[in-house]
């Protein structure tokens, strides 16, 4: 399983980024897939997850700014971010938990200033 992320980057507040993450090794259309984030001193925490059936879920600090979005054909899954915040900045993963294991993407910086 492989899982490729994208689109990080530095943005000012209240600007917007899209990161992208390719899966290969799984039968993408079936999972559940999702980002979580790691702030600099904070431990691991969930941002968004869909499901098979498009079904998303958001942390209460990103509900209303971020969307989360799979295109099954292309085994893709985007994560829009909108209305960054200073607390947004964070290294941000894409998981996919396949087959009793939690597979990671590499990750990818986004870091927002005022």
């Known amino acids: 399983v492989q899982l490729q992320a994208s689109g990080g980057g530095s943005v000012q507040t209240g600007g917007s980024l899209r990161l992208s993450c390719g899966a290969s090794?799984?039968?993408?259309?079936?999972?559940?897939v999702g980002w979580y984030r790691q702030g600099p001193g904070d431990q691991r925490e969930l941002v968004a997850t869909?499901?098979?059936?498009?079904?998303?879920n958001y942390a209460d600090s990103v509900r209303g700014r971020f969307t989360i979005s799979r295109d099954n054909v292309r085994r893709t899954m985007y994560l829009q971010m909108n209305s960054l915040k200073a607390e947004d900045t964070a290294v941000y993963y894409c998981?996919?938990?396949?087959?009793?294991?939690?597979?990671w993407g590499k990750g990818t910086q986004v870091t927002v200033s005022s």
């Open positions: 998981h996919v938990y396949f087959r009793g294991r939690d597979f």
């Open positions: 090794g799984i039968n993408f259309r079936i999972n559940t």
């Open positions: 869909i499901a098979s059936d498009g079904l998303a």
